[in-house]
């Protein structure tokens, strides 16, 4: 029996089912990869917006990690909301003390509907302890500017924020270029020397709830499964591009994306 590919998510919980540890775990098993998950704090969140945060205590986050990593050990792991330092501190400790190496840091900030789900004092916890830990850290434009005090607008701007945000510690960096203005889509990664540029159409659609968890915790699979950075950067922009197209249109707010994916 082949060894099946394992992946964990540190991740807040979404109740609505779309972003968060359900998006990632949906994703993994989607893309036939075991899902694990270390709960970093509870939302009670629908498509309209984040009505409540409940951070977990630090030990909870911590402990469930090293149960996890102690018994089933993980082939790749993907960071999401962590809320505060004291839980980006214990998290990177245990990173570090797993040796976890393919470790996807998806710098979760701001919730679509303006919640804020990273606290402005843990900023500097994320960019000293956890992103020099990241094999790839994938942040939107908005997260790019914040970690870099840059303005980020543009193609040209997403590879001047990459260059000082590699320079942060990160091995690799994705910028998620759904934020751009304009009919075209352009996501950036920059390997420390060269830049490869995955452009496509913007579907043009309210239901994009998730959509940078869901990239990530694709990406986070194919690392799982040994697929090189680039190919597996290739497959989850395929992956996102097909859920967001095929979006199952639910909720009044931004709608999830389709977790159901079929992509090559
Ligand atoms: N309307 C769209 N059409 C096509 N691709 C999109 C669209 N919106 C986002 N994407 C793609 O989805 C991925 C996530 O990008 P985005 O900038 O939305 O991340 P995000 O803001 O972190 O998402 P979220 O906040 O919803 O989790 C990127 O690969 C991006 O190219
Ligand atoms: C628990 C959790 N994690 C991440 C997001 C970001 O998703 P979005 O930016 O689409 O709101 C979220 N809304 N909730």
Not at 131 to 157: D, F, H, K, S, Y
Request: hydrophobic content about 45%.
């Amino acid at each position: 029996m082949q060894t099946i590919a394992k992946a964990l998510t540190i991740a807040g919980s979404d109740s609505g089912g779309g972003a968060g540890i359900q998006a990632d775990l949906k994703t993994f098993h989607q893309l036939g990869v075991y899902g694990m998950s270390a709960i970093t704090a509870i939302t009670a969140q629908n498509t309209l917006g984040v009505a409540g945060v409940y951070p977990l205590p630090t030990e909870a986050v911590s402990h469930q990690m090293r149960e996890v990593l102690r018994d089933l050990g993980a082939d790749a792991a993907k960071t999401g909301m962590l809320f505060d330092a004291a839980i980006i501190k214990a998290v990177s400790e245990e990173i570090r003390t797993f040796g976890l190496k393919k470790l996807v840091v998806d710098p979760v900030m701001i919730a679509k509907g303006g919640a804020k789900l990273l606290l402005d004092e843990a900023i500097a916890a994320l960019k000293t302890d956890l992103l020099p830990l990241a094999e790839v850290v994938t942040p939107n434009l908005p997260e790019a500017e914040c970690m870099t005090g840059m303005e980020i607008r543009t193609p040209e701007e997403m590879r001047e924020g990459a260059r000082a945000i590699h320079a942060l510690g990160a091995r690799n960096v994705l910028m998620k270029g759904g934020h751009l203005e304009g009919d075209t889509v352009v996501d950036i990664l920059f390997d420390g020397t060269n830049f490869y540029e995955l452009a496509h159409e913007r579907i043009q659609t309210r239901h994009t709830h998730g959509t940078g968890c869901t990239f990530s915790a694709a990406l986070t699979a194919e690392l799982a499964k040994n697929t090189p950075l680039v190919g597996a950067v290739e497959k989850a922009n395929r992956f996102i591009f097909e859920a967001i197209k095929t979006a199952p249109q639910i909720g009044g707010g931004h709608g999830p994306t389709n977790h159901w994916a079929v992509v090559e």
